[in-house]
């Protein structure tokens, strides 16, 4: 059975710090995304990571891939309350678009 | 260009009905699946239908079933329901193939969220 593990499960911090979240799993996925969730709304893709070893930035996120396509990461610079939210990581298995997604890492930023 | 669409976007029901649901892809896409997730959970993969077909099916039991139609919609059906069956049913469409790789990007809509009593 694949599984994704998410920490930490809940993040609360002030304006302006970093933080880094947590996806990892003894299974190799095919690719790899990262989704953000608002209450109310269904996810929100941010990036797909599909190279052992990539490293993708948006803005003052930053995305990488696992050497051995089993890991990841997200990491957020001076984190804004805009930021607040469920974040989902996601592999890819099989065939054909199936994803297996983590329980997610809820984030609250506090002005 | 509109998104994926969902309908309805909120219902109650009682434990033993049954409940359809409606999902629209997004212009151009032919895959679409479902997701169920429940309250402080991930979402969990119930079906993908591409062009028509049944692709991948999760570990849900049969009274979970669902149906893709010639113009891409989708809906799922939800038999003798259960008070866990009470989640946010969540509807995805996607494109095979990007550039020549499987990506696995999903577009999701905002969600039916299902409440049994």
């Known amino acids: 059975t694949q599984l994704l593990e998410q920490s930490p499960q809940f993040l609360s911090i002030q304006e302006g710090e970093n933080l880094t979240v947590y996806c990892n799993s003894s299974?190799?996925?095919?690719?790899l995304q990262w989704y953000r969730q608002e209450p109310g709304e269904g996810p929100v893709l941010l990036v797909t990571v599909v190279t052992g070893g990539e490293v993708k930035k948006l803005k003052r996120l930053t995305f990488q891939f696992g050497d051995a396509r089993k890991d990841s990461s997200l990491h957020i610079t001076a984190a804004q309350p805009g930021d607040t939210g469920l974040y989902l990581c996601?592999?890819?298995?099989?065939?054909?678009?199936?994803?297996?997604f983590g329980a997610g890492t809820r984030l609250a930023v506090h002005p | 260009d509109a998104g994926v669409t969902q309908s309805p976007t909120h219902l109650i029901k009682t434990r033993g009905q049954h409940v359809t649901l409606r999902c629209s892809p997004i212009s151009g896409h032919k895959s679409v699946s479902w997701y169920q997730q429940v309250l402080g959970q991930g979402p969990q993969f119930i079906f993908q239908?591409?062009?028509?077909?049944?692709?991948g099916r999760g570990n849900f039991p049969d009274r979970f079933s669902a149906r893709q139609f010639p113009n891409y919609s989708s809906e799922l059906n939800v038999n003798a329901l259960l008070l866990g069956d009470s989640a946010l049913y969540l509807c995805?469409?996607?494109?095979?193939?990007?550039?020549?790789?499987?990506?696995?990007?999903?577009?999701f809509g905002e969600g039916s969220r299902l409440t049994v009593l």
């Open positions: 299974s190799v996925f095919s690719s």
């Open positions: 995805a469409s996607s494109l095979e193939w990007s550039g020549g790789v499987r990506t696995g990007e999903l577009f």
């Open positions: 996601a592999g890819l298995i099989g065939g054909y678009n199936k994803l297996i």
């Open positions: 239908y591409y062009e028509k077909e049944e692709r």
